[in-house]
Structure formats: C-alpha cells, structure tokens
C-alpha cells in the first residue's frame, strides 16, 4: 500500500525497531525453509505491479508465520501480514503514480518470520530487482504464414507485424491506442490496431518503427494525433514530456533481414557410370547466403519425407558467399544409389534426391591382345612361304648347272695318282677286255676326264695306243 511521508516515517521507525529485537534474537535463516519470490515487471508507470511471494517447507498448519515486504522507492512502501501453515503464498500489488514516481531500477525484499514462544524468528528472506518504465512496454513480433521469425524473412511472402504489449494487470483494456508506422523514416500512415502487413520484396536490411499513444480520458492531444506524430522529430519531442495518467505513449523498433529463399538447384555430372568409375557431380542453388548443406546416401527408392535436416550425426557444411559444393563419391558394387542434399538459408530449405547408377560392362579383350596374334601368324606364313619359294627356286638353278658341267663322277680309283706305266698296263688290259670302238670311246673319256682332275701341264692329254 502506499503511505505518505509522515505515515512512511512512523512506519519505518518501527520496522526498524522490530528488525532489530528480530535480529537479536534471531540465530540465523533457516536451512529447512525456501523463500521464492518474482513480479510481472516491468510496468509503466501508473499501471499496477504485484509481486508474489513464495514459502517451501512448510511441515504444520499450526505454525505462525510473518510475511515482510518492502521496496527502495521514495517514499517507499511496506507491508506486513500474518498467517499460519495453510498459506504458503502471497502476493503485493503496488501502483506507482507518475505524479509521484520516475522511471528507473528498484528493489523488493520479502523477510518470512516464524513464531518461536516469544520472539518472531527469520527463515528466509529473498531480493528482487524490478523496472519501473515511463513508456508502455511490449515488442514487435514477425511472422509469415502464421510462423513468427525472430527477424528474417522471406523476400517472396507477405510479412505480418504485431504490437505486443507486456500487460499483464490488462493495464490498456480501456485506453484508445493509435499506431503510426515507419519503415526506413518512411511514414506509412497510421493503423487502428496494433497490425501492420508488408512485403519486403527486395533482399535487405529494413528498420521498422511503430509509434504507439494511448489514450485513458478526453485528451485534447487525442483531437490531433496526425499532426503531433507527423514526423520523427515530433514523436520524439513528446517522448521527452512528463508522462500522465491520461496518455502513454511507446516507440517499438526492430531491424528486419530480408532474404531471398533457395531455389534452382541444378546437378552437373553424370549420374550413369561404368562399375570402376568415380561418381563426380556438382551442385549448384541460388538463393541469399549463406547456406548450410549435408549429403545423406540413402537406400533405392527413398522417398522425401519433407522432415529432412542436418544433424549431429552429419553436422551440416556452411557456404558464405556462393552456394555450390561437390559430391565424389566411389561405389564398389554395381547398383541404384540415392544422394539425398539438404541444403538451407535462414528462409527457406531444399531437399533433393539424386539417383546414380552404377552399371557392369561385358568383359572385352583389348585389341592389341587379337591384332597381335593375327600380324604375326600372317608374318609366319608369309616368311614360311617365302623360304619355301626361295628353297625351289635355288633347287631349280643348282639342277641346271649339275646338268650343264657334270661329266659324270669319277670312280674312286680313278681319283688316285697313278704312274704312267700304271696306266700303260690299265690301258692294254682294257684294250682286250673291251671292243675297239668302245674301248676307244671309254679311253677318250676317261683320259679327258682325267686330264681335269690330274695335275700336269695344259693341254697335255693321252690317248689309247693302237
């Protein structure tokens, strides 16, 4: 509750007092207890806050507990309540009038006592910092197609922004609230609530303002609204007035980052291979970077389930300037692969699936292996048939000349030296044996034959005595 300065005063005094007696007998905060406390902070000045207060170990309903709250505002507030072990929570709501109090960071503390015979003994106390604002607070929220995004958008859908308020006391349940929005300092006119629908087509970074009034009464500052935010500096200007209980006002800005989503990937390479050969392909997409990809191989015939991501157990690769990576791959046995891509940007994502043969080819013998053989067989048979032809025709010549200079063959004795009385005696004795022309003949012959092979004088000859 709020006092005034004088009540204030008395108050303190005796707090302090009762501190005191409390600390001196005291021993100490007890382990067994747990004091919690929180509030809904932060709120705007002249909006109420509460505070709740929280107390665990509590073992009997008939204990008598004191519940001590105070804050560091001036003039600050106090509250005391008794109670015994049913309750184990409390709450305390304060309003901070803005005739009264400024912006800026406080502290509340929250001291539980136990009943013990005859002094009041501390289990727990507990300090929590809270902000007490001039402006009413609250966010921009974005979201496209319904899902929001912290602040990147698609540079192809419609982009839909939202006021936010933190009101939870439902503070602006009866203010009239007007929004005046800004993207880039250009003025795009006001709206009647809190929404506001644009399409950043071009990829960039956008800042966007809205400037938010709210009305509690019959402000003569409602009648001109257009005006008085007509331009930056105007808002601003108000901004820096005392704030009242008849009109608030807040200035919401976020930075937005449109992007352009993925699209037009396309596959380099051949995706139809010999058993042996590398699988080679490159990857190409389009889109604003940068992207995050992996590559899964998954079983023939996988179908996309539209769940796909990158995970730890295939952490996923990042591409800063150029959306494009390999995939080289070798595949020992001859079948149907599929490479499943994954690739993102903060937009959007893709998921394809790239199918790869691989194929057996029917076993072949180089050409050399037949070539080879076939040359040298035809070499042999031509070397055999010319040594055949040329061993005939050699025959052939050596015939010839046998039949032109052979005058037949001596006799081996005939071959021998003999002495002229020698062949004297051979002479008469063939004379006898042999008729007369015929031995003639015989005795010309052989002495012509003898006169080649005998050595002697040229032209000498014998022949038969008659």
């Known amino acids: 509750m709020h006092l005034t300065t004088k009540m204030a005063a008395e108050t303190w005094s005796s707090f302090l007092v009762m501190a005191a007696v409390s600390v001196s007998l005291a021993s100490g905060l007890d382990d067994s207890y747990e004091v919690l406390l929180s509030s809904d902070g932060p709120t705007v000045l002249d909006a109420p806050i509460t505070f709740f207060g929280e107390l665990k170990g509590v073992d009997s309903a008939s204990n008598r507990y004191r519940w001590r709250w105070y804050d560091t505002t ?6 005391e309540t008794e109670s015994n072990g049913t309750v184990t929570s409390l709450n305390y709501t304060i309003v901070y009038s803005s005739a009264e109090y400024d912006f800026g960071t406080f502290e509340m503390s929250l001291t539980i006592y136990e009943y013990e015979f005859i002094y009041w003994k501390i289990i727990g106390e507990k300090h929590l910092k809270y902000t007490l604002t001039r402006e009413l607070n609250g966010q921009l929220v974005v979201s496209q197609e319904g899902v929001m995004t912290e602040k990147t958008v698609s540079s192809l859908k419609d982009t839909t922004i939202d006021v936010k308020f933190h009101d939870p006391e439902d503070f602006l349940k009866d203010a009239r609230i007007h929004y005046f929005w800004f993207i880039n300092t250009v003025n795009y006119g006001q709206t009647p609530t809190g929404t506001f629908e644009y399409n950043f087509t071009d990829p ?24 008085l935010y007509n331009t930056k500096e105007e808002m601003l200007a108000f901004r820096e007035e005392r704030p009242n209980n008849g009109v608030k006002m807040a200035i919401f800005a976020k930075r937005i980052v449109s992007k352009t989503p993925i699209s037009n990937m396309t596959v380099t390479g051949e995706t139809l291979l010999k058993h042996g050969e590398i699988v080679d392909l490159n990857i190409d997409c389009t889109g604003s970077a940068p992207w995050l990809y992996c590559i899964y191989r998954k079983e023939k015939g996988y179908n996309i389930t539209g769940n796909e991501t990158c995970d730890s157990s295939n952490p996923p690769s990042l ?23 994954v ?17 057996d080819v029917a076993s072949q013998s180089p050409i050399s292996i037949v070539i080879i053989p076939v040359i040298s067989s035809i070499l042999v048979v031509v070397i055999i048939i010319t040594g055949v032809a040329l061993s005939a025709h050699y025959r052939n010549r050596l015939a010839v000349e046998v039949a032109d200079f052979d005058f037949g063959q001596a006799d081996e004795e005939e071959l021998q030296y003999k002495s002229f009385w020698e062949r004297l005696r051979e002479s008469f004795g063939a004379q006898f044996t042999n008729g007369g022309s015929d031995s003639q003949s015989e005795g010309s012959s052989v002495s012509g034959r003898r006169s080649v092979q005998m050595p002697g004088p040229a032209g000498i000859g014998y022949g038969s005595i008659t």
């Open 74 to 79: 001036s003039p600050g507030h106090f509250q």
């Open 204 to 227: 960039g970074e956008y800042d966007v303002e809205v400037s938010v009034i709210a009305y509690f009464d019959n402000s003569s500052r409602e009648s001109s609204p257009s005006l």
């Open 343 to 359: 690739i993102t940007n903060e937009v959007s994502s893709h998921i394809e699936v790239i199918p790869v043969t691989v194929y």
């Open 319 to 341: 591409l800063k300037t150029e959306c494009e990576f390999p995939i080289i791959w070798y595949f020992r046995d001859s079948d149907t692969y599929n490479f499943l891509v």
